[in-house]
């Protein structure tokens, strides 16, 4: 039971894709993400950002929903002078 | 339907807006609705969540997010906000908070969760707790426009108190529209209750329908442990997996 609770306790602190919208709205320049998809270069399947599992410790991860790959990882530097971002798979990022 | 990927909202600048505070209704002992004079404000799309930011005496910055719990018809932009009592953000918006208080919010924010009158139905919607709220925007916009769409609203509750917008969802019930509400209370019961008394699980999940064959879009909010339990259980009925839109929240400092 212990173990089990320590479970849960870890995955009451993951969220989602939709968490970071205004974030990804920042480095994608005012695109709405959460809707876009990406399909991932792991297990090869397509999921919405907005269903990816989102991990934040000193940075934030987010990973795919299908096999927990990484599918993206932010990283501020300095205070928030600098964003370091690692973008992995295939993003379908909307245009015009 | 939206094309896959496609945005289904314009791009809004994300730009901090410093919002001022009109109302303040009291949902449940720990809940309240903050009623906000938003500058601008671009008009949101139901289920789309706000970027609040409060910053202290001393420089301190504290950011959360929260859904909008009005519907885009509404007069004012409202946030529902629980009070998680270790946290920075809701012991103060939940709690401190008096109308005249100004604070800064970005957004809105979100479109993988969203639904418009114009996507139809039939539609599933399952709240665990204050998951509700981006939900009751759903049902809101739904009402406000009219819409019929066959809708269940399945609600997880530990008791019948801790039930956000209870009278209104009675009213908006009782109108035999298409809506229908269903609540699940896991914790404590009012005496003679003749509901459901458990968690959500797939039989249940089942009985309130639609079933997958008549393929609702699907929108479940909750704290992750409940999502992902929801989440499996409609899998295991057959709800595609493109059908079921999910958001988590959890504790995250509140």
Same mark, same amino acid.
Request: net charge negative; proline share 6%.
């Given at each position: 039971?212990?173990?089990?609770r ?8 993951? *969220?989602?894709?939709? =968490?970071?919208?205004? +974030?990804?709205?920042?480095?994608? !320049? ?7 998809? @990406? ?14 599992? *989102?991990?934040?410790g =000193?940075?934030l991860? +987010?990973?795919?929903?299908?096999? !927990?790959?990484?599918?993206l990882?932010?990283?501020? @530097? ?19 | ?14 730009v ?50 929260y ?46 969760f ?38 269940e ?5 530990r ?7 209870r ?21 404590s ?13 797939a ?34 009925l ?17």
């Amino acid at each position: 039971m212990e173990e089990e609770r320590g479970a849960a306790a870890r995955d009451a602190t993951v *969220l989602d894709g939709n =968490a970071i919208a205004a +974030l990804l709205g920042e480095i994608f !320049g005012g695109s709405e993400m959460t809707s876009a998809t @990406r399909g991932c270069g792991s297990c090869g399947q397509s999921h919405p950002i907005g269903e990816h599992r *989102l991990y934040r410790g =000193a940075g934030l991860v +987010l990973r795919c929903p299908g096999c !927990g790959d990484v599918a993206l990882v932010v990283v501020e @530097r300095g205070g928030e002078a600098v964003r370091e971002v690692q973008l992995l798979g295939r993003w379908q990022v909307a245009v015009g | 339907m939206a094309t896959p990927g496609a945005p289904l909202v314009a791009p809004v600048p994300l730009v901090w807006r410093l919002v001022t505070v009109v109302e303040v209704v009291d949902e449940t002992p720990h809940a309240r609705t903050l009623a906000l004079d938003v500058p601008d404000w671009p008009g949101h799309v139901a289920g789309q969540h706000l970027d609040v930011r409060l910053t202290a005496e001393d420089g301190y910055v504290a950011e959360r997010s929260y859904s909008i719990a009005s519907a885009p018809e509404d007069a004012r932009v409202a946030l529902t906000v629980e009070r998680i009592d270790d946290g920075e953000v809701s012991p103060y918006l939940a709690g401190e908070l008096v109308v005249g208080d100004q604070f800064e919010v970005r957004g809105p924010v979100g479109g993988h969760f969203t639904w418009r009158a114009q996507d139809g139905g039939p539609l599933l919607l399952v709240a665990g707790g204050s998951g509700l709220v981006p939900l009751m925007a759903m049902v809101r916009h739904r009402a406000a426009r009219a819409s019929g769409a066959a809708t269940e609203l399945l609600v997880s509750s530990r008791e019948r108190e801790a039930v956000l917008y209870r009278d209104e969802l009675e009213r908006l019930a009782s109108a035999e529209d298409g809506l229908n509400v269903v609540y699940t209370l896991t914790r404590s019961r009012p005496a003679g209750w003749s509901g459901y008394a458990r968690r959500v699980d797939a039989p249940m999940l089942a009985e309130v329908g639609p079933a997958a064959s008549a393929s609702p879009r699907v929108f479940v909010c909750g704290p992750t442990p409940f999502v992902e339990a929801v989440a499996d259980a409609l899998v295991s009925l057959g709800h595609a997996a493109e059908n079921v839109h999910t958001e988590r929240f959890g504790p995250t400092g509140g």
